[in-house]
């Protein structure tokens, strides 16, 4: 096995890291009030670092038109948001009203809740209800494990080509790297072989907060 050049991930150098990467003030606050309000539940939003990051591919790929399939309190959502231009788009895919409202209100408040376009249902329903030729410039996977499979097979034929599908959690927490990994692990296990095997895309796993995967739309 090769050495990996990956430092260890200590408390400073991930505080090194966050400082290296500044979030808006709106960014921070989401993150305060979704910690102060949902305690432990707040594991489910996005990495903080990785706000930066989206909002740099949405710029990077001159995306316009978004979908977002996991939004919680709308993280990712408002760091995508921020970095569209006044005319873009981005479809917000959620079940849960509670989470999502306080979303709404940071949206609002950054000025960026006209470019969002919250949808309320089970994501599958509302990826089937889209237009079905390629369309979206970049696409947010981020909801339950095991439904990753299918929403990829409803968002690559709809991606355009060229456009951007990125994954979180393709890691899960090391579990996916367990062969005999069972339940949301050996579901990730099995995403990423169908990503690495899917001839549509070509796509790169990188060592980001969960694991994030990147997927370029071929053609």
């Known amino acids: 096995m090769t050495d990996s050049k990956n430092p260890p991930l200590t408390p ?6 966050l400082a290296n990467n500044p979030l808006s003030a709106a960014q921070r606050d989401l993150i305060a009030v979704t ?6 539940v707040a594991g489910l939003q996005t990495a903080p670092e990785q706000g930066p990051l989206l909002a740099f591919l949405v710029r990077l790929t001159g995306a316009r038109r978004i979908v977002e399939v996991g939004t919680f309190t709308g993280y990712s959502t408002l760091s995508m948001a ?3 231009p006044d005319d ?3 479809i917000a895919c959620d079940v849960n009203e509670e989470w999502t409202a306080l979303g709404q209100q940071a949206w609002q408040a950054a000025g960026v809740g006209d470019r969002i376009d919250l949808r309320i249902a089970p994501a599958l329903e509302t990826l089937r209800s889209l237009p079905a030729d390629p369309w979206i410039d970049l696409s947010f996977l981020d909801a339950d494990k095991a439904g990753y499979p299918s ?6 034929p709809r991606t355009r080509p060229g456009g951007l599908l990125v994954v ?10 367990d062969p005999a990994a069972t339940g949301s692990a050996a579901a990730i296990r099995a ?9 549509r895309v070509e796509s790169v796993q990188l060592n980001v907060a969960d694991g994030l995967t990147l997927a370029r739309r071929s053609g």
């Open 168 to 177: 979180d959690n393709t890691y899960f927490h090391g579990g996916a790297a």
């Open 88 to 90: 873009g788009t981005l």
């Open 82 to 84: 921020q970095a569209l």
């Open 12 to 17: 400073e150098l991930y505080d090194y890291l």
């Open 191 to 199: 995403f990423n072989e169908l990503v690495l095997a899917d001839d």
């Open 35 to 40: 910690e102060e309000r949902f305690g432990s």
């Open 151 to 156: 929403y990829w097979q409803e968002l690559v």
